[in-house]
């Protein structure tokens, strides 16, 4: 079973930045916060990961609580094309178990 | 790099008929393997664990009679859906684990759309 909570939808006006959160109030410490989405008809893609520190790449920014039990995926001006469902996954990152997807959130970028 | 692909993207069978969906994995090899099952407007569902060289590992309720995995190579696996209903008609993805320095990461193919007729 997926050991997180995201809201099942959100809506985001285009240029504007998209807040998606999730919570994991039951994360263990050895375990990383992922995050994936999917655009329609395609494989889930990969986005960020963190442990305990903020990251940032070149798609999106994660903000993790300092509790850890929750997190916020940022986009920072997003765009038609980040409409997806995107899924918040937490994982032990040296273990064998595959991922396990919640229901995510499906965003809908709005022009 | 860490590129998986699926082939075919989208294939029509008979009830009745078997069907084979290949995943390789292009530029790294991939010891462990995964099959997942999506169906419209749901998540992905875990549906069995390939590893190189020996049986698939199922989740519970997949049938290993009806879904054979073979994961012959590592860089290739493949899922065969045998008698196929249309009930099976889904969207079939499969992902691939590469080692990294802390640990391994899973990459995703874009899916094989099936439907029975």
């Known amino acids: 079973d997926a050991k997180t909570t995201q809201p099942p939808s959100m809506d985001c006006a285009e240029g504007r930045a998209a807040n998606l959160p999730c919570n994991h109030s039951t994360i263990s410490g050895n375990e990383y916060v992922y995050w994936y989405r999917q655009i329609h008809s395609q494989g889930p893609q990969y986005i960020i990961h963190g442990l305990k520190n903020n990251e940032t790449n070149e798609m999106a920014s994660l903000i993790i609580t300092e509790d850890r039990k929750s997190s916020t995926l940022i986009l920072p001006h997003a765009t038609l094309r980040d409409t997806a469902v995107y899924y918040c996954?937490?994982?032990?990152?040296?273990?064998?178990?595959?991922?396990?997807f919640g229901k995510g959130t499906r965003l809908s970028v709005i022009a | 790099g860490a590129v998986v692909s699926q082939h075919p993207s989208w294939v029509i069978c008979k009830s009745g008929t078997s069907v084979k969906i290949e995943c390789r994995s292009l530029?790294?090899?991939?010891?462990?393997m995964f099959w997942y099952r999506q169906f419209p407007k749901q998540s992905l569902m875990l549906m069995a664990t390939?590893?190189?060289?020996?049986?698939?590992?199922?989740e519970q309720g997949v049938e290993k009679d009806k879904f054979l995995i073979n994961h012959a190579s590592l860089t290739l696996s493949t899922l065969t859906v045998t008698s196929a209903h249309p009930e099976d008609s889904s969207f079939y993805i499969c992902s691939a684990r590469r080692g990294t320095s802390g640990g391994y990461e899973q990459y995703f193919g874009p899916g094989t759309r099936l439907t029975v007729t």
């Open positions: 530029d790294f090899q991939a010891t462990t």
């Open positions: 390939s590893n190189e060289g020996s049986k698939a590992t199922y």
């Open positions: 996954i937490v994982r032990v990152i040296s273990g064998n178990t595959p991922l396990v």
